[in-house]
């Protein structure tokens, strides 16, 4: 019998690279097993996964939302509410009483679109109104109110995560070879994983570090004439708002720009909206979604703008729940689109729960807003400090430059590194910030990304850290020692 071999499967599956979960992540797990079998030798008491926006993880303090939970809980198991009288606050009761009457049992297939009756709350949530329990509210809080323009259900696809939903329109984009998809540098390496599964030519625009991460929209006309000359057929544009790993948020005008520019090049906008609640200036630089500016544009840009569970303050990455909303495309291409979902049968029912608790928390009033403001209020202020500690302790390094993020749960500092390391690092057949990154965990335990793993300008060199751990000061010392020793060992 023919043993079966990577050469055997689609020759696509081989060019995928996802550096999040790649090369540091299976060390750091490696070193992990190493210290659970009592392993004194290692240099560190414990593995800190600093490479991943998994604010619930093991070793982190970010604390589920109770609202969530309990909502979950009793969807999971309605006769907790009677088993256990008095525990849930009566508005989290009827909540989730309401789910049930609509969803029936989570242990059944929903419709393959989601849930009818969560996909409306979704588009109340992103109009800006809201309904409680058959209660027609407008919301004012500026916690969660949003566009102010319609939105429609049915043009709404709950999605197990976001991932799900930006695969399968990258999927669905991708024509033949030479159909190409323009992406920020640095990016989210679902992006380019996407596009080497797909068979598809990643378009890559370059954000400028020395102005914030901006996105320059002279950076993406450049991109596309050179897609262009290569024989590429741009077919869409990817935003990340705000930016992953830069953090950067874009301002309306740069995002009208934007718009204007798919218009002329006849693309397909993707929005990659997932961190719109992980805001740490909120006053000075708020959110504006692409659905607002495409509508009070009255644009006719094919949108598809996708947000997710796992991030803002929820943080229930484990859930799997998501959302993608399509603008201006057509009744044809929306039937494609559903009869692709449909091939998954449903996204999961807990995701799609997660999802309702999202888009519609306790509103002030009701027995369990307290607890929640008082919850999310804290997630933020915990985020935004641990970002400005952070940024302002890397800075001062010899040889590190850090954009202090206004948004998203990372910093991604540039580290400028010798000929010696980089020497080093080729010896090892390593990219010079790979080397760092290794080094760095083996002898402290943090797992970062290399920014090679995110794409950046040829000769400059980062890592993407997130501002997650606790601890934050013995953390960032910990980042400090090692960046000395590094530049004694290699110079600067």
Not at 228 to 243: C, D, H, T, Y
Request: with cysteine; net charge negative; hydrophobic share 40%.
């Amino acid at each position: 019998m023919r043993l079966l071999t990577p050469e055997h499967l689609n020759p696509n599956i081989l060019n995928v690279q996802y550096a999040v979960r790649g090369e540091l992540a299976i060390k750091a797990e490696s070193l992990r097993d190493k210290l659970k079998t009592g392993n004194k030798t290692l240099p560190f008491p414990k593995v800190i996964s600093s490479n991943i926006g998994n604010p619930q993880q093991k070793g982190l303090d970010q604390k589920p939302i109770t609202f969530t939970r309990q909502v979950a809980a009793l969807t999971e198991w309605p006769a907790l509410a009677e088993l256990a009288p008095g525990v849930f606050p009566p508005d989290v009761v009827a909540r989730a009483k309401e789910l049930s009457d609509e969803i029936g049992s989570i242990g059944a297939y929903s419709h393959s679109q989601g849930v009818p009756f969560i996909r409306q709350n979704v588009a109340r949530f992103i109009e800006g109104v809201f309904i409680l329990c058959g209660i027609l509210v407008v919301e004012l809080t500026s916690f969660v109110e949003r566009d102010g323009y319609p939105s429609d259900p049915d043009h709404i696809f709950l999605t197990a995560g976001a991932s799900a939903g930006v695969s399968l329109l990258l999927s669905m984009l991708i024509q033949h070879s030479n159909s190409g998809v323009l992406i920020p540098i640095p990016q989210y390496p679902l992006y380019t994983a996407a596009l080497a599964q797909f068979n598809g030519a990643p378009i890559p625009y370059y954000l400028d570090e020395q102005q914030g991460w901006s996105t320059s929209v002279e950076a993406v006309e450049t991109a596309l004439k050179d897609a262009v000359a290569r024989n590429v057929e741009p077919k869409a544009l990817v935003i990340i708002n705000p930016g992953n790993p830069t953090g950067a948020l874009l301002d309306e005008a740069t995002q009208e720009q934007l718009v204007k520019l798919c218009e002329v090049h006849s693309l397909v906008l993707l929005a990659d909206e997932v961190y719109q609640d992980n805001l740490h200036k909120r006053t000075t630089h708020p959110f504006t979604s692409f659905k607002k500016v495409v509508s009070k544009l009255q644009s006719e840009v094919p949108l598809v703008s996708f947000h997710s569970t796992s991030k803002g303050v929820t943080g229930e990455c484990g859930r799997r729940g998501g959302y993608f909303e399509c603008t201006n495309l057509s009744e044809d291409i929306l039937g494609l689109i559903y009869k692709m979902v449909s091939v998954g049968l449903c996204p999961p029912l807990s995701g799609q729960i997660g999802v309702d608790s999202m888009v519609r928390p306790p509103r002030k009033g009701e027995p369990s807003y307290e607890l929640w403001k008082a919850e999310t209020d804290g997630i933020h202020a915990v985020l935004a400090s641990r970002t400005k500690v952070m940024a302002e302790r890397l800075n001062k390094l010899p040889g590190v430059t850090c954009v202090n993020s206004p948004g998203a749960l990372y910093l991604y500092p540039q580290i400028t590194l010798s000929a010696k390391a980089q020497a080093a690092a080729r010896a090892q057949g390593k990219e010079p910030d790979t080397f760092y990154a290794l080094r760095l965990l083996d002898r402290t335990g943090i797992c970062v990304v290399p920014g090679s793993g995110f794409g950046q300008v040829e000769g400059t060199w980062h890592y993407r850290v997130t501002c997650l751990c606790p601890g934050v000061e013995d953390y960032v010392t910990a980042l400090e020692t090692f960046h000395a020793e590094f530049q004694a060992e290699f110079g600067s």
